[in-house]
């Protein structure tokens, strides 16, 4: 009985920080997507549409360390835990800096109208430097 007591905190705790922080993520892309609407650029749609799905993995990695730091799991364990959601958010960010600075760069480009194309290379290079910075903070 004892350790489903301690199962069941972190269950709750966990659930309710979900249902939580969906809420407050959907309210907040409500308000900027209202706000992006009003605006003449589509550079805030570029960024709205990048960070729409990775928020939901940043908010369940959120409610998982709020479940963990409710737990009555050793802190070995909760360090490797919350080291392995550490990475994962890291790993999640780069990814979307890297493509989302891929996006800006082909979206200036090609507003700029300039004689040199927004080219593979030039482009796999900003986020090849963007992707081993974020490898690097992980290390």
Sequence with gaps: MENLKDL?????????ALFILFVLR???????HRWAEK????????????????????????????????SKVSEKYTNYINKIIYVALV??????FARLSGR???FYVERAKSPVPAT??????I?????????????
């Design 8 to 16: 069941l905190m972190p269950s709750l705790v966990t659930v309710a």
């Design 26 to 32: 959907e309210i907040g892309f409500k308000l900027v």
């Design 39 to 70: 605006t003449k650029t589509t550079v805030d749609d570029i960024i709205l549409s990048s960070l729409k799905t990775p928020s939901v993995f940043w908010t369940i990695a959120l409610a998982l360390y709020l479940g963990v730091a409710f």
């Design 91 to 96: 790993l999640s960010i780069t990814i979307v």
């Design 104 to 106: 800006l760069f082909r």
């Design 120 to 125: 593979g290379l030039a482009n796999a290079t």
């Design 127 to 139: 986020k090849g430097a963007i992707l081993i910075t974020g490898i690097l903070l992980i290390m």
